[in-house]
């Protein structure tokens, strides 16, 4: 039975260890994940790393988390600009 992907966060931390069976094949629940190769600065990989161990979370999840985080900040900002602000 397919396990309910219901938010980002929860997707994140979930997708690697929820299978389900789709096709008669299993596979992790990756609805709306795509795979991507990005190169970064050690640093920032040795510190995401760290925050993900901190924060109890994957590598990935820390990295989506802090990307959609971003994203939201940056759309308030454009939308207070807008308004005027």
Known sequence: MRR????????????????????????????????????LPRGIV?????????NRRSYSAEVAIRLERSRREQEQRERHAREGG
């Not at 929860?10 to 994940?33: E, V, W, Y």
């Not at 040795?46 to 901190?54: D, G, I, N, Q, V």
Request: hydrophobic share 35%; proline share 2%; glycine share 2%.
């Open 4 to 39: 309910e992907c219901s938010s980002l966060l929860h997707r994140a931390m979930h997708h690697s260890a929820t299978l389900i069976k789709q096709n008669d094949a299993k596979r992790p629940c990756m609805d709306g994940f795509v795979q991507t190769n990005v190169r």
């Open 46 to 54: 040795k510190w995401l790393k760290e925050e993900a161990r901190r």
